[in-house]
């Protein structure tokens, strides 16, 4: 009998970069550009609907504050859990089941806070506001649509009011070099410009 480090003569001698000697790391590779596809996926719908979720939650927890702590107790489940999500399904209803949980628990958690909604009116609003999800997003994409429509000075206005740390109209007016109050009354204009155009291009598109 040979000894155990020789090759028998009736073994195949096997090629070290065959696919078969590198099976596991090959397998291994495309598993893990798999599961990466798939995270951006997933990071994908969830920066698609962030914004829905945040709103979602304030409509059933009646405050922005108590809103963004569950939002983040919601984001730390997500990404614990979405694995077990199934690509192509449903998000919305998915993720509302988990918020959901979150809001009881918090809601639990808070027995001295007192709450715009009882129980018992928990689940209405919630199935109400799951159902216009689709409307959300549908408003944001024609928000950004009407954005480029807006006059160069109306951009500016928009721009230095919300994508500066500072939201407040004195730093805003600061830095357009206008008095306060004459931003007040154009950031008003522009709303209902944009107001006007978001419903003007959704009835357009027969989405209205």
Not at 96 to 111: E, F, G, L, M, T
Request: charged share 30%; glycine share 6%.
């Amino acid at each position: 009998m040979p000894p155990a480090d020789h090759q028998s003569k009736d073994e195949d001698p096997v090629d070290p970069t065959s696919d078969s000697a590198a099976g596991g790391k090959a397998d291994g590779g495309s598993v893990g550009r798999a599961d990466g596809q798939r995270r951006e996926a997933f990071a994908r719908l969830f920066a698609q609907h962030d914004r829905w979720l945040f709103s979602y939650l304030v409509v059933l927890l009646g405050s922005p504050a108590d809103a963004e702590d569950v939002f983040q107790e919601v984001c730390v489940v997500l990404w614990r859990e979405h694995e077990k999500f199934q690509l192509g399904t449903d998000f919305v209803s998915w993720v509302s089941v988990i918020a959901n949980n979150q809001v009881y628990r918090y809601r639990a958690k808070s027995k001295r806070k007192s709450f715009p909604l009882d129980e018992g009116l928990l689940g209405e609003v919630a199935d109400a506001a799951i159902g216009r999800a689709d409307i959300f997003e549908l408003r944001r994409d024609a928000l950004r649509k009407c954005l480029g429509k807006l006059s160069p000075a109306d951009r500016q206005i928009v721009q230095q009011c919300y994508d500066h740390e500072s939201k407040s109209f004195k730093s805003a007016a600061e830095r357009l070099g206008r008095p306060v109050n004459t931003v007040y009354k154009a950031l008003n204009r522009i709303r209902r410009l944009l107001h006007e155009c978001i419903d003007q291009t959704l009835a357009t598109e027969g989405l209205q």
